[in-house]
C-alpha cells in the first residue's frame, strides 16, 4: 500500500516512504553479506624468489576454503615459479602461504596457509543465478582490504578464454556483473544475497564489467582436485559452447526445450577432426542429454580420455551423429 503524499511529494508524518524502505532493505542485505564474508576473505601480498632474495611479484584476494588453512583464489594472482606470500585477514592475522595447485585453464588456484581457525566461506551453486539477481563483490582493490561493491547479474553463459602454452580453454558460464571490479578483486569472492561464494572474480573487462568463474559441479571438481592432487586431469574436445533454447520443431522431438551451441572450435581439435562446426547445436554427448555447458563440462573428466564418445547435433534442420575421441588436455 502505498503512502499518502502531501503537496509537496513527500509522505504524511507517520507514514513510511516505500522508497527509503526498499533502500534499507538493499542495504541491508549488502551489510549482512559483508560482515559475514569478510573474515573469509583474505589479501594475498604474492612474493617470488630473485636473486636477492624474495621479492613482490603481485597482490590480489583470496577465500577461506577450510578452517585448517586451504584458500581459494585465481590462477592469475598466484601462477609462476617460486610464488609464495602473505594472506592477511580482517582479524589482524597475517599467515604465510605456499600455492598447492594451479590450474590455468579455470584461473583457478588452491593455497595453504601455516594457521588454523579459519572462517570458511559457504560455496553456493551459480546455475541458480538469475540475471538481474543481486550480487556483492568482496576482495581488496588496489591494496584496500575488505572492500565492498554490490550490483547484478548482467549475464550468464558467458566464455571465457584461458591459455596455458599453446592450450587454449574456454571458460564456460563465466558470470558477468556490473559490481564494480578493479586490481586486485581477483581471487575475491562473488556472493549471492545468501552469503554464499557463487564466483571468484577473475578479470576486469571494461567500464562497469566484471567477470567471474563460476561455483558450480565442475568447478568444484577442480577445487578438489588441486587439494587433493595440486594438479587436474581432464579431457579436452576443443569446443567453445553456450546454452540455446531449442527450436519450435526440436522440442516435441526430445521433450525438452534447451541445448548447448557450438560458439567455435577450435582448430585441429577433436571436435574439429569429427566434423562439429560453429553453431551445430549439441543435444547429446556421450549417450548423455545435453541442455547446458555444465552437462558437456561433467563428462570432461580423465576417465573420458582418449575413449569414443558419440555426439548427436542439430544442424539447421538436420540431426547428425559424429564421433569424437577427447584426448588429455596439456598444459
Given at each position: 500500500m502505498s503512502a499518502t503524499r502531501t503537496l509537496d511529494g513527500t509522505p504524511q508524518a507517520g507514514e513510511a516512504d516505500p522508497e527509503t524502505e526498499t533502500l534499507d532493505a538493499y542495504s541491508r542485505?549488502?551489510?549482512?553479506?559483508?560482515?559475514?564474508?569478510?573474515?573469509?576473505?583474505?589479501?594475498?601480498?604474492?612474493?617470488?624468489?630473485?636473486?636477492?632474495?624474495?621479492?613482490?611479484?603481485?597482490?590480489?584476494?583470496?577465500?577461506?576454503?577450510?578452517?585448517?588453512?586451504?584458500?581459494?583464489?585465481?590462477?592469475?594472482?598466484?601462477?609462476?615459479?617460486?610464488?609464495?606470500?602473505?594472506?592477511?585477514?580482517?582479524?589482524?592475522?597475517?599467515?604465510?602461504?605456499?600455492?598447492?595447485?594451479?590450474?590455468?585453464?579455470?584461473?583457478?588456484?588452491?593455497?595453504?596457509?601455516?594457521?588454523?581457525?579459519?572462517v570458511p566461506a559457504t560455496l553456493g551453486e551459480a546455475e541458480r543465478l538469475r540475471v538481474g539477481q543481486l550480487v556483492v563483490a568482496i576482495g581488496n582493490p588496489n591494496g584496500f582490504e575488505g572492500s565492498v561493491t554490490a550490483g547484478v547479474v548482467s549475464a550468464l553463459g558467458r566464455s571465457l578464454p584461458a591459455r596455458t602454452g599453446r592450450t587454449v580453454r574456454f571458460i564456460d558460464n563465466v558470470i558477468q556483473t556490473d559490481a564494480a571490479l578493479n586490481p586486485g578483486n581477483s581471487g575475491g569472492a562473488l556472493v549471492d544475497s545468501a552469503s554464499r561464494v557463487v564466483g571468484i572474480n577473475t578479470a576486469v573487462a571494461g567500464v562497469g564489467l566484471g567477470l567471474a568463474v563460476p561455483i558450480n559441479a565442475a568447478t568444484r571438481q577442480i577445487i578438489g582436485a588441486l587439494m587433493r592432487d595440486g594438479r587436474v586431469r581432464r579431457a579436452y574436445i576443443g569446443i567453445a559452447g553456450g546454452p540455446r533454447p531449442l527450436p519450435p520443431h526440436a522440442r516435441g522431438t526430445l521433450a525438452r526445450t534447451r541445448c548447448v551451441e557450438v560458439v567455435e572450435v577450435a582448430p585441429g581439435s577433436p571436435a574439429e577432426r569429427a566434423g562439429l562446426r560453429a553453431e551445430d547445436l549439441i543435444v547429446e554427448l556421450g549417450g548423455r542429454p545435453v541442455e547446458r555447458v555444465d552437462d558437456v563440462q561433467r563428462l570432461m573428466t580423465h576417465e573420458a580420455i582418449g575413449r569414443r564418445l558419440n555426439v548427436r547435433v542439430l544442424r539447421g534442420d538436420r540431426w547428425l551423429e559424429f564421433e569424437l575421441t577427447p584426448t588429455e588436455l596439456a598444459e
Open positions: 542485505v549488502v551489510v549482512e553479506v559483508a560482515q559475514r564474508l569478510a573474515p573469509s576473505v583474505a589479501n594475498l601480498r604474492v612474493m617470488r624468489r630473485g636473486r636477492g632474495g624474495q621479492v613482490p611479484a603481485g597482490a590480489g584476494s583470496a577465500v577461506a576454503l577450510t578452517p585448517d588453512g586451504f584458500l581459494l583464489t585465481s590462477a592469475h594472482v598466484v601462477d609462476g615459479p617460486g610464488r609464495g606470500g602473505r594472506a592477511s585477514f580482517v582479524d589482524g592475522r597475517e599467515l604465510r602461504f605456499r600455492v598447492v595447485g594451479v590450474d590455468r585453464l579455470s584461473d583457478l588456484a588452491v593455497l595453504r596457509v601455516d594457521g588454523d581457525n579459519l
